[in-house]
T-cell receptor, first 117, second 109 residues
């Protein structure tokens, strides 16, 4: 149980275009979803936390107008990288937690590798 | 500030035992996770400790000392597939997950 999927697994796009990444919890309801970015040989960097039906909470330094997050249902969250640039190329990983408040284990999606040309 | 320290890289031999240490300084503490991450893949859960002591799970064990702000992950009977990065992460008083930079473990035959 506790499976999280991400789509697409890889995407290559031209500079200036927007890319949408989907994160789905397949067998549980994810009250809270997290979006991370990971550059090569570095640890995970939390970008934002989203709770179903409310606005995402962005970490300091993350542009909310550039990284649009929508958590419209208890099983789906999307991250849209708007007007992508080569420096946005990274490994984007989502995770989902079944409960809000307190702390529960995060279940990770397989990640999306974004390459911006 | 909040800080998680773990070695950048370790090397061990197949069949041996390796201990990966993690020290932390966080505002409050609500537990510590260890995750395994193979290159190009997402992290997978290994263990969660919130009380002092050793938690054993097959070939992997995790230890926590809250008074010392210290944890370790012990891997026994190392296999080549154990080559990966091992991430230590703490839950702070706001229930935020604070990640270490990860320890890259290289297993040699």
């Amino acid at each position: 149980g506790a499976v999280v999927s991400q789509h697409p697994s890889r995407v290559i796009c031209k500079s200036g275009t927007s890319v949408k990444i989907e994160c789905r919890s397949l067998d549980f309801q994810a009250t809270t979803m997290f979006w991370y970015r990971q550059f090569p040989k570095q640890s995970l960097m939390l970008m934002a936390t989203s709770n179903e039906g409310s606005k995402a909470t962005y970490e300091q330094g993350v542009e909310k107008d550039k990284f649009l997050i929508n958590h419209a249902s208890l099983t789906l969250s999307t991250l849209t990288v708007t007007s992508a640039h080569p420096e946005d190329s990274s490994f984007y990983i989502c995770s989902a937690s079944p409960q809000a408040g307190g702390y529960n284990e995060q279940f990770f999606g397989p990640g999306t590798r974004l390459t911006v040309l | 500030g909040q800080n998680i320290d773990q070695p950048t890289e370790m090397t061990a031999t197949e069949g041996a035992i390796v201990q990966i240490n993690c020290t932390y300084q966080t505002s409050g503490f609500n537990g510590l996770f260890w995750y395994q991450q193979h290159a190009g893949e997402a992290p997978t859960f290994l263990s969660y400790n919130v009380l002092d002591g050793l938690e054993e799970k097959g070939r992997f064990s995790s230890f926590l000392s809250r008074s010392k702000g210290y944890s370790y992950l012990l891997l026994k009977e190392l296999q080549m597939k154990d080559s990966a990065s091992y991430l230590c992460a703490c839950v702070d008083s706001n229930y935020q997950l604070i990640w270490g930079a990860g320890t890259k473990l290289i297993i040699k035959p």
